[in-house]
């Protein structure tokens, strides 16, 4: 009778285990335990994404409530999809929307160039001068949707491609990009303020910022 009490708690409890598992993997799960922790060490990270281009969904939902943006982008395609589309149409107009991206004029084996090269060893399609051309490309459109936005700041950097940075003054969104994936299929930590997180990318931001040039392609009426 006790060996069969104790094989019938034995399966419970296994099959609990594994109902724990499987919730933990979930992402929302996943998410509450990592608030919980975050709250705890003071650290402020509330979710960890996967990828990259999982967050975007809710970055859309943080930029409708901004009262200011700051972005920081290794190549700025992002800026280009529907996420930041409201920014640029004036459906949504917080007070600053500070934007950097790389220098695609600088000499040759600049920080650019070091990005591209990484890249290039994990994507045979990446050739040296594409990196350059999706900076530019990305520039120009925003001076074209930027054009009647006078919130708008365009700067570009050079400086090492550690991480892309999208900020509000309620969170901010950081990747740290790898020499072995594309900055999309990298994992993406979401930190609300105040937290040490927040800190570190708004710090980041604003180190770039003050090393940065304006773009001379943003032209206001």
């Given at each position: ?44 990270l509330h979710r960890v994404y ?38 640029w149409s004036g459906d949504l ?83 740290f990009y790898s020499d072995n ?41």
């Open positions: 009778m006790n060996a069969f009490l104790l094989g019938i708690l034995s399966s419970l409890a296994t099959s609990a285990l594994l109902l724990a598992l499987s919730l933990l993997r979930a992402a929302r799960p996943l998410w509450w335990l990592t608030a919980a922790c975050s709250w705890f060490n003071g650290t402020g996967r990828r990259q281009a999982s967050a975007e969904q809710a970055m859309r939902h943080d930029l409708a409530r901004a009262q200011w943006v700051k972005v920081m982008a290794g190549r700025g395609n992002i800026l280009t999809r529907d996420t930041f589309a409201p920014l107009s917080p007070a600053s929307v500070q934007i950097l991206l790389p220098d695609p004029d600088t000499p040759h084996e600049s920080w650019l160039d070091r990005r591209s090269h990484d890249v290039a060893r994990f994507d045979p399609g990446f050739t040296p001068d594409l990196l350059r051309d999706q900076v530019r490309a990305n520039i120009n459109y925003l001076a074209q949707a930027a054009r009647a936005q006078r919130n708008i700041h365009l700067h570009r950097y050079n400086l090492p491609h550690t991480c892309r940075v999208i900020a509000t003054d309620k969170a901010a969104y950081l990747t994936a594309h900055g999309r299929n990298s994992p993406c930590l979401y930190a609300r303020a105040p937290g040490l997180l927040y800190t570190i990318a708004l710090q980041q931001f604003d180190t770039a910022w003050a090393n940065s040039t304006e773009a001379p392609l943003t032209q206001h009426p």
